[in-house]
């Protein structure tokens, strides 16, 4: 979890603190909730990217240790690669 989803989640809970106490809610606070949730939306898009990036970084090793001719590190790199993509999905459920 990233520094910013998680300050995102605890802002989120602070507001929820403030309302149970008994402080009605205001138009600050709804635009609060509303930036926060943006927020949030950002960080699990971008915790999104940083998979598909170091997968591509994988990606990328592969084909360097294929160029420099280091076969059991290409197959390590491309089995790492191959692993992560698997792992990971697109909101159609396709690999990537």
Known sequence: MNDHYQAAM??????RAIVDRGT???EATALAV???RA???VAEEQAK???HLQTGNLIAYAQLCLAG???AKSA???NA???????ASDDNGDDF
């Open 81 to 87: 690669a191959e692993a992560a993509m698997k792992g």
């Open 24 to 26: 009605p809610p205001t």
């Open 69 to 71: 001719r280091d076969g």
């Open 10 to 15: 605890d802002g989120l809970k602070e507001i």
């Open 49 to 51: 990217t940083n998979e």
């Open 34 to 36: 509303t930036q926060t």
């Open 76 to 78: 390590a790199a491309r």
């Open 39 to 41: 927020i949030l939306a």
